[in-house]
């Protein structure tokens, strides 16, 4: 059995995210997208994010809401400089 955490290690494909991005219009033509690019473009959606109502969007879905409680701008911006990409 694989350890769980290096199971978690997967790293994205900028190359698949940069299409994807420009068919979805979400990424301008002409942009490429690296890992920099990428960081500040989730900050700034992340810093925009009401969490709050987002937490009471989720509660229903989730079996002991008290785990939403985490759920913040330094949270998701400590984890996003964990991202690893290929």
Same mark, same amino acid.
């Given at each position: 059995?694989?350890?769980?955490?290096?199971?978690?290690?997967?790293?994205?494909?900028?190359?698949?995210?940069?299409?994807? !991005?420009?068919?979805?219009?979400?990424?301008?033509?002409?942009?490429?997208?690296? &890992?920099?690019?990428?960081? #500040? !473009?989730?900050?700034?959606? @992340?810093?925009? @994010?009401?969490? #709050?109502?987002?937490?009471?969007? !989720? &509660?229903?879905?989730?079996?002991?809401?008290?785990?939403?409680? @985490?759920?913040?701008?330094?949270?998701?911006?400590?984890?996003?400089?964990? @991202?690893?990409?290929?």
């Amino acid at each position: 059995m694989k350890n769980r955490k290096s199971a978690n290690k997967v790293p994205l494909s900028l190359t698949y995210l940069q299409s994807c !991005m420009r068919q979805s219009g979400n990424l301008e033509p002409g942009r490429s997208l690296d &890992r920099f690019a990428l960081i #500040e !473009m989730l900050e700034l959606k @992340i810093n925009s @994010i009401d969490w #709050e109502s987002a937490k009471a969007d !989720m &509660r229903s879905f989730i079996a002991d809401p008290q785990k939403l409680d @985490i759920w913040s701008s330094p949270f998701f911006l400590s984890l996003i400089q964990h @991202i690893q990409v290929e």
